[in-house]
């Protein structure tokens, strides 16, 4: 029951993430993209906080600690990992913003799904073994990028390579994500790279862009889905729904985002895609499962699960 509890959890988390690039592509009709970024990340910052605090009364009644969110902050894995992560998902999410004005929210969301193949190409340059799954879901995904964003003459499309470009950042920020998510608080790490980035789109907006406080409130619906849903809402569903499904199976029903993304673009926005683009998606979407499979681990899963059965 738990595992079912946890999928539907995660699949939710997937239809929230998905929809949210359509809120990202109806910001743009009201204000810039650092600005809308500013926006998102330091209000989905403060939507944690309550988070924070709840999960920090529970544990400390687990625990008998009366240790203080205060105390926690000062942890300095968390500080230099929230601030890594924040700058990666800075530079991940402004390309995003600035491509999904020249492309769709779908092409946007299966583009974006290509940093789960990349991640373990990356990894390989830092000593990490990269199976043979990978490298076909490698093989699949450029077959599948090139059906859904090359035109004749072997051009890309101004919107679909500057989200391609973010790509490469969202795959940094998971590796760094590992790399100090099992050494401190999660929730307390997304924080503060929401603070992070948040704090560097607010510097670049007064740089790059004139941000006015009416245009803001012009676009609050769209600011407030991304913030507090895609934010605060399914980063809690996420943690929550983990603790109760196969890490394989997780990432799985997590992918289906790039799904979610292309069905809202075509039922808010009336989006539409050719056959050959809509034939790139369903390859991207099959690389990206194929990049996340474990043999091992799907073969001790059918295992655990005959034996439960007998």
């Keep these: 029951m738990k595992n079912i509890k946890g999928s539907l959890l995660l699949l939710l988390t997937a239809i929230i993430w998905g929809t949210a690039f359509v809120s990202q592509k109806l910001g743009m009709n009201y204000i810039e993209p650092f600005t809308f970024g500013a926006s998102r990340f330091l209000l989905g910052a403060l ?108 051009s890309m499309g101004k919107g679909d390579a500057i989200v391609l470009i973010g790509t490469v950042f969202w795959a940094l920020h998971i590796i760094i994500v590992d790399r100090f998510v099992n050494k401190v608080d999660g929730v307390k790490l997304s924080c503060i790279q929401f603070l992070t980035a948040g704090t560097l789109s607010l510097i670049a907006s007064f740089i790059a862009e004139e941000p006015k406080i009416s245009e803001i409130i012009d676009c609050a619906g769209p600011i407030l889905y ?27 029903i997590m992918s289906l985002e790039s799904v979610f993304s292309a069905i809202s673009g075509a039922l808010y926005l009336k989006e539409s895609m050719l056959a050959r683009e809509i034939f790139g998606c369903i390859l991207v979407f099959i690389a990206v499962i194929i990049a996340q499979i474990n043999p091992k681990e799907i073969i001790n899963a059918i295992k655990n699960r005959e034996k439960a059965v007998e």
């Design 47 to 154: 939507t944690l906080i309550p988070v924070i605090l709840i999960f920090d009364k529970a544990n400390s009644k687990k625990k008998g600690s009366e240790k203080s969110i205060n105390s926690s902050f000062k942890n300095r894995d968390l500080i230099v990992g929230g601030i890594l992560c924040g700058c990666a998902l800075f530079f991940g999410a402004s390309f995003q913003q600035f491509g999904i004005v020249h492309t769709t929210a779908g092409k946007a969301g299966f583009i974006t799904a290509l940093y789960m193949v990349l991640v373990p190409i990356i990894g390989m340059f830092m000593g990490r073994k990269t199976d043979l799954f990978t490298w076909l879901g490698v093989v699949i995904a450029v077959i599948g990028l090139y059906l859904l964003s090359i035109k004749e003459g072997f």
């Design 226 to 252: 991304s913030a507090v849903l895609s934010v605060g809402v399914a980063y809690t569903l996420q943690i929550i729904g983990q603790k109760y499904t196969n890490p394989t199976l997780a990432s799985i």
